[in-house]
């Protein structure tokens, strides 16, 4: 099978981005890969790093040290760690012109980079996240997901209040949110009959309604209809026991009801390995699990690891999707 190509998009250029990228460029992927990007904020990082960088024509293939690139220059030269609000727009192009190429066919999966919500924001542009962009994009529900070779953790709300938790959890949102689970599990991951760990909401998954009733009114008739339908699902599960290494070992995904319920302990048990998924999309989507560590940004520290397991991932999900 030929290598996959891969968009790649750095994020906030005055962040850790652009030489994550540096250093992804150095090594030899079993993908090709295309950046989407300022080109005086991959040569400015390379430098600062003192790796050697080529940017090529988008159409060259990459290799170690050369980075080919499609150029979406930033009108304001960046610092590290000063984010500039006026880069804003070119920001959110890098991204929308990659996922564009990823629709079309030219690139088989996007990997991003961390962008500074903020400084988009105060840039003029009403932005939630890099997940929303992509969904609306495309024309697409999705669900995201994080993933390590631990554990896989998708969410069945994302960045909610905690007050506005348990209205935003039904019926129909939850069946919506486990089929594209199940089919991402079966499509991209190349499993044939995902087993799907649901958790409860409350303490204890409820106790049989001694300590919420949305065990017993919401989630287990979402996930009723969906096993007459022959998916594979577990639970209502207690939160606090699900995460047992013996009871990871009986599933493949486990669906949390709401972002700090699931992801603390994906974070614990291997965050330099872990991946953000944006399931759902007509291609695979993976980030870096971290933010832009604008502190950091110049010094040579930036670990990138996390965008070395982001290329690696999308380039399994692009094979096991062609596969599909």
């Known amino acids: ?33 295309l950046a989407y990007g300022d080109r005086d904020s991959l040569q400015r990082a390379a430098a600062a790093l003192d790796l050697p960088l080529a940017l090529a024509a988008s159409d060259a293939p990459s290799a170690p040290g050369v980075l080919p690139l499609v150029e979406i220059p930033h009108p304001v030269p960046a ?8 880069n804003a727009a070119s920001v959110v192009a890098a991204l929308e012109e990659a ?3 990823c629709l079309h066919g030219a690139c088989a999966g996007l990997v991003t980079g961390p962008v500074h919500k903020a400084t988009i924001n105060a840039g003029g542009i009403a932005y939630t996240g890099t997940t929303g962009l992509l969904a609306a994009q495309a024309g697409r529900e999705v669900v995201m997901m994080l993933a390590n070779d631990i554990v896989r953790v998708a969410l069945a709300t994302t960045h909610l209040p905690l007050r506005a938790v348990a209205d935003a959890i039904t019926v129909a949102g939850l069946q919506r949110t486990l089929r594209i689970l199940h089919a991402a599990l079966r499509d991209d991951f190349g499993i044939d009959s995902p087993r799907i760990a649901v958790l409860g909401l409350n303490p204890h998954a409820g106790e ?9 009114d ?11 339908e022959g998916k594979h699902l577990l639970g209502p599960l207690p939160a606090d026991t699900a995460f047992l290494p013996r009871k990871l070992r009986e599933f493949d995904a486990v669906l949390a009801m709401y972002h700090d319920q699931g992801l603390p302990v994906l974070k614990y048990s291997d965050f330099e390995h872990a991946v953000n998924l944006t399931l759902g999309l007509p291609y695979p989507r993976v ?4 933010g832009t560590a604008l502190d950091l940004a110049g010094s040579g520290r ?15 999900l692009a094979r096991n999707r062609r596969r599909a």
Do not use: K, N, Y
Request: glycine residues 10%; proline residues 10%; charged residues 20%.
């Open 302 to 316: 930036a670990d990138p690891t996390s965008l070395f397991a982001a290329i690696d991932a999308c380039t399994r």
């Open 79 to 86: 610092s590290f760690g000063m984010p500039e609000p006026g």
């Open 1 to 33: 099978m030929t290598r996959p190509r891969l968009a790649l998009v750095p994020g906030e250029p005055a962040g850790v981005g652009p030489e994550l990228c540096v250093r992804a460029a150095q090594r030899t992927w079993e993908c090709g890969l």
């Open 208 to 216: 049989d309604g001694h300590l919420g009733r949305e065990e017993l």
């Open 218 to 228: 919401v989630i287990a008739p979402a996930m009723a209809a969906l096993r007459a």
């Open 99 to 101: 996922a564009a190429a």
């Open 287 to 290: 980030a870096v699990d971290h």
